[in-house]
């Protein structure tokens, strides 16, 4: 008798389930993110802050997939959501930095 294992799950799949929001010819405003891998927080922060009230009190959604990345932004001074693209780099520093 085999047991069924659990935990298996791929870490680096942190939010799933997106794959379906991926439409063709469909244009969305989409900000591309401006920061590097290997910027420092506080750009990394610069780069995220709210474009409407220019808050850097930023929760952000990191979603990822095989084609692409990108950070669901939600504003925590004026709740304004936006959609910011990223690289795969920019998503790695994203999510290595849980500090954000
Ligand atoms: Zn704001």
Known sequence: MITPQTGGFAAGVLWGGERLRHTRGVVTLTETAS?????????VEASLACRICLSGEIDWLLRANEWDAEAECRCRGCEAVRTVS????????????RRL
């Open 35 to 43: 920061f590097r891998g290997d910027d420092a927080t506080a750009l």
């Open 86 to 97: 990223l690289t795969g780099e920019q998503a790695l520093r994203l999510s290595v930095d």
